[in-house]
């Protein structure tokens, strides 16, 4: 991507952003409808139609409320190449988690307090774990709970309001400013847009595109760039379908 002219702030800020998104796209594939057990996949594939990834997400339930996700990805020879692990002791929009890309020996996560967050992130087996804390405040999204927060307002979504928050983001040691809006509605589709909440930095920063099935909650389809790093060490942009065993 070329960026136009813009301030070394304001290319900083979009930059963070990329990253942001990487986040934001781990984040919202390991979701499918909140059963006991539940267990789905998607595949990830880039804009020639090339299969990227596989992923495979278990959902675990205690008293009717999510517990536990466990997500493990493969690449397209079934190697293992990245594993994320969360659970919800706290909520299910405070999910503290672990992700490691394996290929790339990255690491980062999030501990969720009563009234702070813990963010880690190792870039590398040669580098020290970097870390921070942030005070724990309502509006905020930790982890997997961005997608949580979808699907329980998903009919507020629909109807047109437009949702800002705050994604704690672990990659970046901090938190970030983002918004959640309808783009249209196609049958019992949803498709919602995620992309960064300053209207000035708006049109210049990647944005991520996913569908929800309005009857049964389902994650359909993902568009945007991957989390993960492929061979190369890049990240590329992918489009991600999953499939939901019944």
């Known amino acids: 991507m070329r960026f136009r002219d813009v301030s070394g702030t304001d290319r900083k800020y979009i930059l963070i952003v990329w990253s942001l998104l990487f986040f934001t ?16 996949a998607g595949k990830a594939v880039d804009s020639k139609g090339t299969l990227e990834y596989v992923e495979y997400h278990t959902v675990t339930h205690v008293n009717g409320k999510v517990s536990e996700i466990q997500t493990i990805y ?20 405070f999910g503290s988690y672990d992700f490691r890309d394996i290929r790339a020996q990255y690491q980062d996560g999030a501990k969720v307090a009563k009234d702070r967050i813990w963010l880690f992130r190792k ?96 994650l359909l389809r993902y568009e945007g760039i991957s989390n993960l790093e492929d061979i190369a060490g890049k990240h590329k942009k992918v489009t991600i379908t999953y499939s939901h065993e019944s």
């Open 25 to 40: 796209a781990l984040n919202l594939s390991c979701f499918g409808t909140l059963a006991h057990g539940e267990k789905f």
């Open 123 to 218: 870039k590398s087996p040669e580098y020290d774990i970097e870390e921070k804390y942030l005070p724990k405040e309502t509006d905020q999204i930790v982890g997997q709970g961005f997608h949580q927060f979808i699907v329980h307002n998903l009919e507020q979504i629909a109807q047109g309001e437009v949702f800002q928050v705050r994604l704690v983001l672990p990659s970046r040691l901090d938190q970030y400013e983002f918004r959640i809006r309808k783009r249209k509605i196609n049958g019992d589709t949803l498709y919602i847009r995620l992309e960064v909440d300053n209207w000035l930095l708006r049109p210049f920063a990647p944005h991520i595109d996913v569908d929800y099935d309005l009857k049964n909650r389902h």
């Open 74 to 93: 493969y690449d397209a020879n079934n190697n293992k190449i990245g594993e994320l692990i969360s659970e919800y002791s706290s909520g299910p929009q």
